[in-house]
């Protein structure tokens, strides 16, 4: 794997750095990142990290396949997710620093596992939003799945509650459970911030395929971005929201937050 970079990225100048760089640190390579596990997200590389996660409620009246599901607000990202029957926000896990906050599927039938998480980035200027969520996309691929094939499905822009973003689909030829689908939509939040969802299930397909989807849809943009001190959390703890070495930097706040 390659090495990550540090340091801010100046634009317009395209990034400069390799195609893919890992978004977190590396491990061995060839060793497959056991992160989606039975019970919820418990990523295998764990780190300590700050509450940034806090539960609220949806309108009863929203239209959406997720309306009236309880949702997660992540303050670090400045976004919140709903999170569907049978999925959960695990308190007793902390995430590696990429990710702010995350929920997992439930392993109700022993087969299928999934897992959303959230992150933020720097400012990511429009016309570069497809650019840079494919190469997060390949890079998270390669983290979670090293050295297995990977084939596109879906690279397209949409909106994230009225904002720029692009969605990017893949699918991964694991070694074993079956093909997994990866899903990133990253969405410019104004103009110093960015933020991400990444989807993963596993085997890919069927109802809960649809499920990570109709979360990454619930999307909502709520103007946070920074983890807020003294907020009640009733979503437990997650990772500190060090941005993804995928994508640019935070700002100019370099600290772990």
Known sequence: MTTPLTGPQSYPAPPPFPAFPPPLPPVPPRRRRRGLVAGGVALAVLVAG???????WTRDGDGSPLAGRPRVADDAAGLSYA?????EHDSKHKLINAFTTAIGRKKQDD?????VLAGRSGA???DR???????AAR????FFYPDRPVAPEESRPTSVDGHPAHTVALRVDAEEGGPARLRMTL???DDTRAAFLLGIDQPAG?????EVDQVLESAEVTGGGKATEGRPEAGGRSGSGAPSQALPAYGTDRRRL
């Open 50 to 56: 700050g509450g940034a996660g806090a539960w609220w």
């Open 83 to 87: 999170v569907p029957k049978g999925w």
């Open 111 to 115: 087969h299928h596992t999934a897992a």
């Open 124 to 126: 990511i200027p429009q």
């Open 129 to 135: 939003l497809r650019m840079w969520a494919e190469r």
């Open 139 to 142: 890079s998270n691929a390669e």
């Open 187 to 189: 969405l410019r939040v």
């Open 206 to 210: 069927g109802p809960v395929q649809e």
